[in-house]
């Protein structure tokens, strides 16, 4: 059984600038969440895909998007970076209907 | 809304000794289910244990058990036999169908294992 992986490990990118981050789900898992977890703070919930749709958002600007692909892998895409979304990027697959999520190893971005 | 708190920012605890972190929520249903995350210094949130409300027997894993108050919407993870790989932050967490499964997490408390 593969695990949730994520990339990149790491990622710098400049104010202004846009960024992916990529998210493959465990296997038989179908519903990808996202989260931004800040230096020091619990995870915060971005979105959530359950086949290839939007099925719930955090309270985030719609410069945050997303998307999920047929065999459920996911991306998440930031747009005109702020300094602020400084952070570490966690993506969570779960199975509809079974509350437990399993999360990937993460995705450090820096906004300089 | 939920929220989700957590009230001890750091704890310390010698190795093989027994820890308890608490964790407190807030919330109006009354199915729902909690969790303990574990996250070490490489980062990864690895799932502790799971309890759902309306079990009233509390879970336990191994070494992991909790204390689940349902009336005092109290949710506390005890550590039996404290191990130095224990050492991490832990994350108490909250969702629900309603919630649309989405996690509310608390603040984290940082647990210290001392040899």
């Known amino acids: 059984e593969t695990g949730v992986t994520q990339s990149p490990t790491h990622l710098i990118k400049t104010r202004g600038q846009q960024v992916t981050l990529r998210c493959s789900s465990q296997?038989?898992?179908?519903?990808v969440s996202w989260y931004q977890q800040a230096l020091g703070q619990g995870p915060q919930f971005i979105f959530q895909y359950y086949r290839e749709e939007e099925n719930g958002r955090g309270n985030f600007p719609p410069r945050f998007s997303g998307l999920q692909f047929p065999n459920y892998s996911s991306e998440l895409n930031v747009n005109a970076l702020e300094l602020d979304d400084s952070a570490l990027y966690l993506c969570?697959?779960?199975?509809?209907?079974?509350?437990?999520?399993?999360f990937g190893p993460g995705t450090r971005l820096l906004v300089l | 809304a939920q929220t989700v708190t957590q009230s001890q920012p750091e704890m310390s605890v010698q190795e093989a000794e027994t820890v308890t972190l608490s964790c407190t929520y807030d919330?109006?249903?009354?199915?729902?289910?909690l969790f303990w995350y574990k996250q070490p210094p490489s980062r990864q949130m690895i799932l502790v244990i799971r309890q759902e409300a309306y079990k009233q027997q509390n879970a336990t894993e191994n070494r992991f058990s909790v204390n689940f108050q349902k009336a005092a919407k109290s949710f506390s993870l005890k550590i039996s036999d404290s191990q130095l790989g224990d050492t991490a932050m832990y994350f108490c967490a909250f969702t629900s169908y309603n919630a649309g499964n989405m996690l509310t997490f608390g603040g984290g408390t940082r647990l210290m294992v001392k040899p």
């Open positions: 296997s038989g898992h179908n519903t």
């Open positions: 969570a697959s779960s199975l509809r209907g079974v509350e437990t999520q399993y």
């Open positions: 919330t109006s249903e009354s199915n729902y289910y």
